[in-house]
């Protein structure tokens, strides 16, 4: 450290000086009561007090320079990931390479700064030779040395790994941004082996009852010409399909797709397996297993009418677009034999009708307390239809009809319709409603009015009403199959009526989810590396959430292994991680009591498993040539990894840097510096007044 004046000119200083010289002259030149040693002593004293506080006037400065010395930080990266275990190039001595990684830590950390990390699927310190990492991700050890070292000395960086990254981004760029030399370690075997392999499975996850579905699986094989191979799916052991796999070329990649079929709910495991080839590598990379939760997610949709009519096929057809949905038609005789609960929405077209063919369904639909769609017309029958339900009242009806066309009410949002769609609307056919004055309970949503000629009225056309959590929607007349002729007219691409049917059918059906207890993964399906996480929300009567009562959770695999735990909790609601899990099919039950009352909330999810290190086995050392290329470092074979030291050693780039640090300070915010002052008038003070002066 060093520490100077500055801010303040030499001839200052000399100016203070003679003005300490100059008072001190005034004040003894004439004493003649003091010695003459002991004068001089004073007057020095004087001069020096003097022409400091005359100098600390002008504010000076004092520069102080700091000296840090940051040695090059050579940081080593090492591959744990299972391939570098599992396929070994020739001659590869496991332990030696272990001690002369070891080594090279040693002799490097009497020049430099050496840190030591090992990465796969995540990055941590120090070495890990067990080789037990899923993934390997060099990308995100790299970000991790960006992060910490952004303002260090980064010597160079030691890369020990077979080039086979199959997690993160290309380490070509992160290297680009580190600015440091990489000296590269090549482990694994260059050269292609005998092997089989299934690469990757393409399949929907997620499929309804009853469906067929593809899953399409895609083969390599590597160095086995000429060879055949055998390629197997079975589900929970039972055999569904078997194909066979004549290999042509040592490079070889085929799509093999196979349908299956969607028969029971729940959580399926379907294993893919390939058959061995002699002196294959490794057979881990042969068999792969994959879940499928197969769902009965189609929602039944009842259209019920005394007679065909061509607004039901419009109806059918409108609905039968989103596979989500299954319409069934029934009609005449057909009715009384229907059982309303197996739906999830009802259309009661023109129903009840005047001859109450249908009365006994309409009981039954009464009694299920379903989503229904009404839709009046000529047929209808007013006078059973008011007193069937008590939403909407149609007075003065005479059995006549006139024509309705749609007008748009502004502010409707319960679901989207664009501008286009409104001004399709606009260009509909009229409808035939049942004439009469028309009373709608305070609380229905309209979508349309009804517009007579010209003349529009606050007469609802479509609308949604609720009564105890029971959606309804009224269609106040016939005639859909205009709508879908003018449609034809105008040849739009897309129907913007068969949108309005589906918008307004998804509307009614979805269920309103008011369990006081849940419980919930927060996704489906985990990888064997990532926990997993659960979230619980518990209700009190008044369906707010709370979180006095303790939540526990059992979690069951396929063996029948139960593991417990308690969730934490939250603000409002609770969570739990419980980890990574085994590959495999789980589920769970989750308990509470809250005022006395037990509750109960389960689930299921799915740990795939991790088969990527398996997926390629020729190591990528073209990529570890590049990366140490492209940085200014060089490649070396496991047996020279400690020849490392020499060459960081010539590289006259990697050096100790010297940083300084300047500061300027006020020369009158030293302290000492006052005491100083006052010390030195204390000491003249005393030594003239012992001597007898004032």
């Known amino acids: 450290m060093n520490s100077f004046f500055s801010g303040t000119s030499f001839l200052s200083f000399l100016g203070c000086m003679a003005l300490g010289i100059l008072y001190a002259w005034l004040l003894y030149r004439g004493n003649k009561n003091l010695d003459k040693r002991l004068r001089y002593g004073l007057t020095a004293l004087r001069i020096i007090v003097v022409a400091l506080v005359a100098w600390l006037l002008f504010a ?19 591959d744990n990931s299972l391939s570098i275990g599992q396929v070994k190039g020739a001659g590869f001595d496991e332990r030696r390479y272990e001690k002369d990684l070891n080594a090279l830590r040693d002799r490097l950390a009497d020049k430099f700064e050496v840190k030591t990390y090992h990465f796969g699927d995540q990055v941590a310190e120090g070495y890990d030779f067990k080789h037990q990492a899923k993934l390997s991700n060099a990308s995100a050890f790299l970000q991790q040395v960006q992060d910490e070292y952004a303002n260090r000395n980064i010597g160079a960086i030691v890369l020990s790994t077979d080039g086979i990254f199959n ?25 292609p082996k005998r092997d089989v392999l299934i690469s990757n499975i393409n399949y929907n996850n997620i499929v309804y009852l009853d469906d067929d579905f593809t899953v399409e699986v895609q083969v390599q094989a590597f160095q086995s010409d000429g060879a055949q191979t055998g390629i197997t799916i079975s589900q929970n052991g039972t055999r569904l399909n078997q194909q066979t796999i004549s290999i042509k070329g040592n490079t070889f990649s085929k799509q093999v797709p196979i349908k299956l079929h969607a028969g029971k709910i729940g959580i399926h495991k379907y294993t893919v397996q390939l058959g061995t080839l002699n002196n294959e590598i490794t057979t881990r990379n042969n068999m792969q297993t994959f879940y499928v939760e197969v769902i009965d997610g189609r929602q039944k949709v009842l259209l019920a009418s005394v007679s065909p009519h061509p607004d039901l096929g419009v109806l059918k057809e409108a609905i039968s677009l989103n596979k989500h949905y299954e319409p069934k038609l029934a009609l005449a005789d057909d009715l009384n034999g229907i059982d309303p609960t197996k739906f999830d929405l009802i259309v009661l077209y023109q129903l009840p009708d005047g001859q109450n063919i249908a009365s006994g369904l309409l009981q039954k639909v009464k009694a299920a307390k379903k989503p229904v769609w009404y839709i009046l017309g000529a047929q209808s029958n007013v006078n059973a239809f008011n007193q069937f339900q008590n939403q909407v009242n149609l007075s003065s009806a005479n059995g006549s009809v006139q024509e309705v066309y749609p007008e748009l009410v502004n502010g409707f949002s319960s679901f989207n319709l664009t501008e286009a769609d409104k001004k399709q609307f606009l260009a509909y056919d009229p409808l035939l409603g049942p004439f009469g004055r028309l009373t709608v309970n305070t609380g229905a ?54 949108d309005l049917i589906s918008k307004t059918v998804q509307y009614l059906s979805v269920k309103e989810d008011k369990r006081r207890f849940k419980v919930f993964t927060s996704k489906p399906a985990y990888d064997e590396n990532e926990p997993v996480q659960f979230n619980g929300t518990v209700y009190n009567e008044s369906y707010e959430p709370v979180n006095e009562p303790e939540l526990s959770l059992q979690v069951k695999n396929e063996a029948g292994k139960v593991f417990n735990y ?28 809250l005022g006395g009352k037990k509750f109960t909330a389960s689930g299921s999810f799915y740990v795939n498993a991790l088969i990527a290190e398996f997926q390629q086995t020729t190591a990528n050392h073209q990529l570890l040539n590049t990366v140490a290329r492209q940085s200014g470092g060089k490649l070396f074979m496991p047996q020279d990894l400690l020849k490392i030291v020499e060459e960081i050693g010539k590289n006259e780039n990697i050096k100790t840097i010297s940083y300084e640090d300047r ?23 005393f030594l003239r007044k012992r001597n007898g002066e004032l």
Do not use: C, H
């Open 167 to 191: 997690s993160g981004g290309n380490p070509v760029y992160r290297i680009n941004q580190i600015n440091a030399p990489v000296y590269t370690i090549a482990l694994g075997d260059s050269i």
């Open 60 to 78: 000076p400065l004092i520069k102080t320079l700091n000296y840090t010395l940051d040695k090059p930080v050579i940081i080593i990266g090492q």
């Open 566 to 593: 308690v969730f934490s909790k939250t603000e409002k609601g609770y969570q739990l991680d419980a980890g990574a899990m085994a590959a495999g099919n789980y589920s769970y039950v989750a308990n509470t009591t």
């Open 663 to 685: 500061k300027y300070d006020e020369l009158i915010n030293l302290k000492w510096l006052f005491g100083l002052i006052l010390v030195l008038l204390s000491v003249e003070w």
């Open 445 to 498: 949503t309209t979508v349309f009015n009804q517009r007579i000629g010209k003349v529009s009225t606050q007469q609802p056309l479509l609308f949604f009403t609720s009564e105890a959590e029971q959606k309804s929607a009224y269609l106040m007349g016939e005639g859909l199959w205009r709508w879908r002729l003018s449609e034809a007219e105008s040849e739009t691409e897309q129907s913007v009526l068969f």
